[in-house]
């Protein structure tokens, strides 16, 4: 017997393969009924039929559907442009097997860079080289109709209509579908399906993880343990209420700026993305500047625990570790830092102080952290009255938080091509392991979130814009960002998708304060986490010196007069930190006034929200 190269086949070991294969698949099958039914036993209880619409896109595609009735001529140039070009490109595949070479297709001139097909047979075989380069046709030309029909809808539909077009454009990737991946094919045959049972294995084990919710693995969470291997920079939690455990550093060096800095991270996830290990260590390195750091350490919220709004996250949270602060170094007042939404508390708490004469904070900084939200980016997509109803029946049915899985998915679609279908085609299809990396695993450390404070913060600054405006009153007070003096340090990231670097420019306009803002290369995370390197810098940041009264209204324009400078922000806050910080002191030792209470990195920062045990 022979196959179609004339090559010899064993009957024999074809019979084995035939054999492991079906055996292989059986059990895959039978994983997959274990996964359906925890899946089905988490949901059998649910009183309420599933939402067909649950991100209310439902009227801006209505709107959508108008518009083409109304532009049918657009319509009809979509289509024949689009069949036109995809003739050329099965005339090109049909010369490229013959040894023709030919000239790509207009938008697909850079297919070959796509990583999701980087694979050599999406290259060399005709059949997938020509399904890449159709999917890719036809989803640039989905995105750029959509782009042009929606144009005179408004901005919050457009939006959303431009974001789910996106994540939809993405699912349907032949890369995402196990018969069309040359690589899963491959694998499968050469392993006899062996790896579609160890994949199968692996989603069990997140269904289970996730408490009948597909939880997918982006890391090997067995690899790091808080406070082993990650979140070890030495200190001591010296206060703690029902909120927060505030963590006092210990200092390396024997001299210390007098005045204190105090780290408020956001609670939406862990403080430890600022001290994930040596290297990497926002905390570490400052201490090692000459510091004396504090670090607000946020309560993972568990059902029926105390219920808290945002103004609470301020007093009780905020306010009670500047008191701590203050107690324990005998300062008068402290350098405060806000990371993301622990930015836009520090901005409500700084306007709320400045309308009652406080001074107990000498200057703010901010880690890609907004107060205007009128350019928040994507994830106001999920973000009008029917989700925010929704999840207020969600919180009442939780015990008053809401799920962290749900928060992490939410994050997760911004980026589906790298946190979603990466993770579903390594684990899943090819059965392999995800590797140890120390930032997926904080990511996955997800909180959960008081849905009350939740709620009113999705309402009050993504909806309704209040603070910018004017319009939010918070502890009897109207909070005015104008009437903040304090000097800010303000760092934004280029290419964030959280909080982009044109809404942290528009926020950074309204406070009445000087400012220094500067841009961050990469993202929400890796902008602010950009160590110095000795060997090569990873990244960049772009500084300005225009004054802040005549910075133009982009941010494209305000980096046309900006100096690119290689490698670490960090070295230009300490800069300016520095200055703000007082003369030097003999270093502090954590809790030599309040005493200390447990070695950092504290209890509430190992509560995990995918592990039930830990909320008993």
Known sequence: MADTQGTEIDPVKAMASAGEMAENMAMAQKLAQEAWALYTKKHSGDEIEADPDPFNIMPALADLQKNMVENPDHVVETAIDLWSRQAMLWTNTIA????????????????????????????????????????????????????????????????????????????????????????????????????????????????????????????????????????????????????????????????????????????????????????????????????????????????????????????????????????????????????????????????????????????????????????????????????????????????????????????NMMRGNELIWNYVINNYYLGKEPTAFDLLYWNADSTRMPAKCHISYLRDFYRDNALSQGNLRMMDTDLDLGKIKTPIYSICAKEDHIAPAESVLRTMKLFGSPVRFIVGGSGHIAGVVNPPREDKPKYQYWTNETKKEDWPETIEKWLENAEETPGSWWPDYDKWLSKKSGKKVAAREPGATLGTIEDAPGSYVRVRSDNPVDDE
């Open 96 to 411: 490229a097997m013959g040894g023709v070479e030919t000239k790509p297709v207009k938008g697909l001139e850079n297919a070959d860079k796509d990583r999701r097909f980087k694979g050599e047979a999406w290259q060399s075989n005709a059949a997938f080289s020509y399904l890449k380069q159709s999917y890719l046709l036809a989803s640039s030309v989905m995105r750029d109709s959509v782009g042009r029909l929606d144009s005179e809808l408004p901005e919050n539909e457009r939006m959303k209509l431009e974001f789910f077009t996106d994540r939809f454009v993405e699912a349907m990737s032949p890369s995402n579908v196990f018969a069309m991946n040359p690589e899963v094919m491959k694998t499968t045959a050469e392993e006899n399906g062996a790896n579609v049972v160890r994949g199968m294995k692996q989603m069990l084990k997140d269904m289970k993880r996730g408490d009948g919710e597909l939880l997918i693995s982006q890391t090997d969470m067995e690899a790091f343990e808080v406070g082993r291997n990650i979140a070890v920079t030495p200190g001591k939690v010296v206060y703690q209420n029902d909120l927060i455990q505030l963590i006092q550093y210990t200092p390396t060096t024997e001299k210390v700026y007098a005045r204190p800095l105090l780290i408020a991270p956001p609670w939406i996830n862990k403080f430890y993305i600022l001290d994930l290990n040596e290297q990497k260590s926002f905390i570490r390195w400052i201490v090692a500047q000459g510091y004396t750091v504090f670090v607000i350490s946020w309560v993972n919220p568990t059902p029926g625990g105390v219920e808290r709004d945002f103004e609470d996250y301020i007093s009780e949270g905020f306010y009670k570790a500047v008191d701590a602060v203050l107690e324990e170094t005998g300062q008068k007042s402290v350098n405060a830092v806000g990371y993301c939404i622990g930015g836009t508390m520090l901005s409500c708490a700084l306007a709320h102080m400045a309308q009652h004469g406080d001074k107990r904070v000498n200057s703010a900084t901010f880690f890609t952290a907004q107060a205007d939200f009128e350019k928040a980016g994507e994830l106001k997509v999920f973000v009008d009255d029917k989700s925010l109803e929704q999840m207020k029946k969600d919180g009442e049915k939780s015990g008053g938080v809401l799920s962290a899985q749900e928060m992490a998915q939410a994050f």
